[in-house]
């Protein structure tokens, strides 16, 4: 093996610099989302998993197919369409998918987290 191998990199060291963050949580490093494995205290560092499937929040309004990209809104903290108009913040594009359908009315859906970083939209609409 190579004497510069780190890690496989499904699991990463995350240090957080806000507030608490639970395990099972959706977390934004940068442009890639992953779920936090441990409690995650402010200024503390814990894993957290960029690929696998998680059940994660949902907005409640929308309908999402499965395979279809996901919108994380952070203002919400759940995932959304992808066809949903991104704030400034938002996560958009390859970093997370529908593993299922998720109907109007469910509050939480399967998401394949890829750990391929996203897009972080700058301004509304984009």
């Known amino acids: 093996m190579a004497k510069n191998?780190?890690?496989?990199?499904?699991?990463?060291?995350?240090?957080?610099?806000?507030?608490?963050?639970?395990?099972?949580?959706?977390?934004?490093?940068?442009a890639v989302l992953g779920v936090a494995l441990v409690d995650i205290a402010s200024g503390e560092t814990g894993a957290v998993q960029i690929e696998g499937v998680f059940t994660a929040p949902k907005v409640s309004t929308a309908g999402i197919a499965q395979g279809e990209t996901l919108t994380w809104v952070v203002?919400?903290?759940?995932?959304?369409?992808?066809?949903?108009?991104?704030?400034?913040?938002?996560?958009?594009?390859?970093t997370a998918f529908a593993a299922d359908n998720a109907g109007d009315g469910t509050t939480s859906l399967a998401v394949k987290f890829t750990g391929v970083p996203g897009t972080v939209s700058e301004a509304a609409g984009g």
Not at 76 to 91: E, L, R, W
Request: without cysteine; negative net charge; glycine residues 16%.
């Open 5 to 30: 191998f780190v890690q496989e990199g499904k699991v990463l060291d995350y240090t957080n610099t806000g507030a608490a963050i639970s395990a099972g949580s959706v977390v934004v490093m940068g």
């Open 75 to 94: 203002a919400a903290g759940a995932f959304d369409s992808k066809a949903a108009t991104a704030a400034s913040g938002d996560i958009v594009g390859a």
